[in-house]
């Protein structure tokens, strides 16, 4: 048996996500369209900042705090009737979270393309930083 590589992986998922760039996630922005949601690792947010308004949730448990019959249901922070709009450091996890999304019956799911890095490089966006609890 063969095992898949996460090259394979994510390059499935780009095959069945939408993906969109900067300029359609300013208009999403712009327009209170969408929910935002930050796959990357706490650590990373921490280190580098987010989108302002950009919900956190981690790879790991999108599946468990999108879902209503979960225990680990996040009530009123995920608002499925917006186009849902998922973003990573690059690209890759985003789009591996977004089929997720559509396997669980999601429809208006979109990653975007090249993740955070070209996010907070191309000045378009408020960016937030986050602080570490004591």
Known sequence: MKIKSSKEL?????????????????????????????VRDIRELYNTG?????L???????????DE???YYKKGEFDSEKNIVIFCA????????AKTLLDMGYKKVFHV???????????LFQLSELKKKK
């Open 50 to 54: 987010t989108l302002t308004n950009a």
């Open 69 to 71: 019959a979960s225990p």
């Open 56 to 66: 956190h949730i981690p790879r790991g448990m999108i599946e468990f705090w999108v």
């Open 10 to 38: 994510v390059e499935k998922a780009l095959k069945q996500v939408k993906s969109i760039d900067l300029k359609q996630l300013k208009t999403l922005i712009d327009t209170s369209s969408c929910t935002i949601i930050d």
């Open 113 to 123: 393309k090249k993740g955070y890095k070209a996010i907070s490089e191309s000045g």
């Open 90 to 97: 690059a690209g890759e996890r985003s789009a591996l979270a």
